[in-house]
């Protein structure tokens, strides 16, 4: 028995399957040149005609790939995404010309966004399941495993016991994987996938402004400190520690520095773009003790100028971490230090704009975040206004005094 039947409409068809109606439109496949056709089910004649227009409004403007996405996943698309975007970055003449710098945090998000939602299908994810993606990860505490020394009786002594510790998932965490998926979903878009984002109905799924913004900046005791401790087997931090303050360098920029990028005479660095978060060469200058740190460093290396400046492969975490505890500066990051060096410039008189340019910044939104009132600039911009008010001759009542040769 036959239980399908049709009813032309311009542009497509409805046709009742089963007793259930569905829109159907015909199409060329652009690959075998074979007619095909497209059906969506519809909860009513007109639903089904407002189907059909638009089918063929999708086939005229992204073409078969659109009407063919509808069972596309957030694991499919994640999986298209890292393969055309998640690459290594390809360099030619120092310019990044494809893929991506670094690809490690991004990947970490999109696991927790292929864990989360990857059965969804995409056109069917909506504002809604992003806020509730949103609340489901920032109650789902970060776990951290960690080693703790425990005295273990059978063998008298401490031994090292894994254990895993908890804190909070942090708002800014959240909003890196929320603007992943901003991307694969545009990415989804210029590939005909989908019509429109969720992303772009007017919700504010991704608020920046809740992010709590570090303002840690190390004081010239705490420099002080630091220097004085890192000596011995934290001798090799000591370098570190004077070129990130005195030229605003990431630590990442540090690490890949080769001499070959080193000035001595002029007193310069390069930073080329392959090694910059920016992806653009920009120069530094270098201080009198930075110039001789890195002349100790080169009258002791190999004399390879290609050879990495710091000699690290890999990273200082726990010489970090010790000298930290030892001078009781738990708090500090090595990313604190670029905090530091960018207040110092701007409080030596360094005009922002080429601040800018030495830190390698290229919003200044970005760039403000890193400018922060300490003590003494608090202290130095009382004293620069008791100047200003001095110089316009405002006395203690708050009154301007008119010079005698003004007065009537």
Same mark, same amino acid.
């Given at each position: 028995?036959?239980?399908?039947?049709?009813?032309?409409?311009? #542009?497509?068809?409805?046709?009742?399957?089963?007793?259930?109606?569905?829109? =159907?439109?015909?199409? &060329?496949?652009?690959?075998?040149?074979?007619?095909?056709?497209?059906?969506?089910?519809?909860?009513?004649?007109?639903?089904?005609?407002?189907?059909?227009?638009?089918?063929?409004?999708?086939?005229?403007?992204?073409?078969?790939?659109?009407?063919?996405? #509808?069972?596309?996943?957030?694991?499919? +698309?994640?999986?298209? @995404?890292?393969?055309?975007?998640?690459? %290594?970055?390809?360099?030619?003449?120092?310019?990044?010309?494809?893929?991506?710098?670094?690809?490690? %945090? *991004? +990947?970490?998000? +999109?696991?927790?966004?292929?864990?989360?939602?990857?059965?969804? =299908?995409?056109?069917? &994810?909506?504002?809604?399941?992003?806020?509730?993606?949103?609340?489901?990860?920032?109650?789902? %505490?970060?776990?951290?495993?960690?080693?703790? $020394?425990? @005295?273990?009786? @059978?063998?008298?002594?401490?031994?090292?016991? !894994?254990?895993?510790?908890?804190?909070?998932? !942090?708002?800014?965490?959240?909003?890196?994987?929320?603007? /992943?998926?901003?991307?694969?979903?545009?990415?989804?878009?210029?590939?005909?996938?989908?019509?429109?984002?969720?992303?772009?109905?007017?919700?504010?799924?991704?608020?920046?402004?809740?992010?709590?913004?570090?303002?840690?900046? $190390?004081?010239?005791?705490?420099?002080?400190? /630091?220097?004085?401790?890192?000596?011995?087997?934290?001798?090799?931090?000591?370098?570190? &520690?004077?070129?990130?303050?005195?030229?605003?360098?990431?630590?990442?920029?540090?690490? !890949?520095?080769?001499?070959?990028?080193?000035?001595?005479? +002029?007193?310069?660095?390069? &930073?080329?773009?392959?090694?910059?978060?920016?992806?653009?060469?920009?120069?530094?200058?270098? *201080?009198?003790?930075?110039?001789?740190?890195?002349?100790?460093?080169?009258?002791?290396? %190999?004399?390879?100028?290609?050879?990495?400046?710091?000699?690290?492969?890999?990273?200082?975490?726990?010489?970090? !971490?010790? $000298?930290?505890?030892?001078?009781? $500066?738990?708090?500090?990051?090595?990313? #604190?230090?670029?905090?530091?060096?960018?207040?110092?410039?701007?409080?030596?008189?360094?005009?922002?704009?080429?601040?800018?340019?030495?830190?390698?910044?290229?919003?200044?939104?970005?760039?403000?975040?890193?400018?922060?009132?300490?003590?003494?600039?608090?202290?130095?911009?009382?004293?620069?206004?008791?100047?200003?008010?001095?110089?316009?001759?405002?006395?203690?009542?708050?009154?301007?005094?008119?010079?005698?040769?003004?007065?009537?």
């Amino acid at each position: 028995m036959n239980n399908r039947s049709s009813i032309r409409h311009r #542009d497509g068809s409805i046709r009742v399957i089963n007793g259930c109606l569905y829109a =159907r439109v015909q199409y &060329i496949d652009e690959s075998t040149g074979k007619r095909k056709e497209k059906l969506r089910k519809a909860d009513s004649r007109t639903h089904a005609k407002e189907l059909i227009k638009s089918m063929r409004a999708e086939l005229e403007t992204s073409g078969q790939s659109a009407l063919e996405s #509808d069972q596309i996943t957030v694991a499919q +698309l994640a999986d298209r @995404y890292k393969e055309i975007r998640l690459i %290594p970055a390809i360099y030619q003449n120092g310019i990044k010309v494809a893929g991506k710098r670094s690809i490690g %945090p *991004t +990947l970490s998000a +999109l696991k927790s966004l292929v864990n989360a939602i990857g059965h969804k =299908r995409v056109r069917k &994810i909506r504002p809604s399941d992003i806020e509730h993606y949103k609340l489901q990860r920032l109650n789902t %505490p970060v776990e951290i495993p960690t080693n703790v $020394l425990v @005295y273990d009786p @059978y063998v008298k002594k401490n031994v090292k016991k !894994k254990k895993v510790v908890t804190r909070p998932r !942090k708002i800014a965490s959240v909003n890196r994987e929320l603007e /992943l998926l901003r991307a694969m979903l545009n990415f989804a878009k210029s590939e005909g996938a989908i019509m429109v984002s969720p992303f772009e109905t007017g919700t504010k799924l991704i608020s920046t402004a809740a992010e709590v913004e570090r303002d840690r900046v $190390l004081s010239i005791d705490e420099e002080r400190r /630091l220097l004085d401790a890192s000596v011995g087997r934290r001798a090799h931090i000591r370098p570190l &520690i004077i070129l990130a303050v005195d030229t605003a360098m990431r630590r990442g920029e540090l690490f !890949k520095l080769r001499w070959e990028d080193v000035d001595l005479p +002029l007193r310069q660095i390069t &930073i080329k773009a392959e090694n910059a978060k920016t992806e653009r060469t920009r120069l530094v200058g270098l *201080t009198e003790r930075a110039v001789k740190e890195l002349e100790n460093l080169w009258d002791r290396s %190999p004399k390879d100028v290609r050879g990495l400046v710091f000699g690290i492969t890999s990273t200082v975490k726990n010489a970090w !971490k010790s $000298l930290r505890q030892e001078c009781g $500066l738990s708090d500090l990051r090595f990313h #604190d230090l670029r905090h530091t060096a960018t207040t110092r410039l701007i409080r030596a008189g360094v005009p922002a704009s080429e601040v800018m340019k030495i830190t390698g910044h290229t919003q200044l939104k970005t760039f403000l975040r890193y400018l922060n009132l300490t003590n003494e600039s608090v202290t130095a911009s009382a004293v620069a206004l008791d100047g200003y008010l001095a110089e316009q001759k405002i006395g203690e009542s708050g009154v301007i005094e008119v010079p005698d040769r003004f007065a009537q």
